[in-house]
């Protein structure tokens, strides 16, 4: 069971993943969730790092999306200012929306790597997509009510895998 839900990757945050090493891996777009992956969790706060990141992403020229579950005027200040295009209301772990962000990029979804901080949404819709998938933590405690009770199943989990020496020091408590 935990195979369907078991990212390829974990990464810090989305500045430590690294282009070149995506590329290598035969990669050639990538999706993003927006809460708690792009920005704090309900809000528009891009920050420098991010902007910076995504100026590397054009420069590679990789196609990128975002895929979330939110919608509305926030997602779009965020799709706007990274200039990437927004799968909104995508109702994520449906694998419906990975496959229409893939077809946005017109890249093939098993060589989309999706990048999000939850398990049982992102990684688990992105896996059924046929998609690479990259675990971040998240950038913020602020959750859904919804959400926090998918964390306690989640850290379990993250425990196991630590265990098992898949996630690199420092990755998160
Ligand atoms: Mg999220």
Redesign the pocket.
């Known amino acids: 069971m935990p195979a369907w839900f078991k990212p390829d990757l974990f990464v810090p945050s989305v500045t430590g993943i690294d282009l070149a090493d995506l590329k290598a891996r035969g990669l050639a777009g990538l999706c993003f969730?927006?809460?708690?992956?792009l920005v704090p969790?309900n809000t528009a706060d891009v920050s420098r790092e991010i902007m910076d990141w995504f100026a590397q992403v054009h420069a590679a020229g990789l196609p990128a999306c975002i895929v979330?579950n939110a919608g509305g005027q926030r997602v779009s200040v965020v799709s706007e200012m990274l200039g990437v295009p927004a799968v909104v209301w995508a109702g994520k772990p449906s694998v419906t929306a990975f496959l229409a962000g893939a077809k946005l990029m017109r890249v093939h979804p098993a060589r989309v790597a999706m990048v999000?901080?939850?398990l049982f949404?992102?990684i688990l819709g992105a896996k059924r997509a046929g998609m690479f998938t990259i675990l971040v933590a998240?950038i913020t405690p602020r959750d859904f009510a919804t959400?926090k009770i998918l964390r306690l199943a989640e850290r379990f989990f993250l425990r196991r895998w630590r265990r098992e020496g898949l996630i690199p020091p420092g990755y998160r408590s």
Request: glycine share 8%.
């Open positions: 969730d927006l809460d708690n992956t969790w979330t999000g901080d939850q949404t992102d998240p959400t």
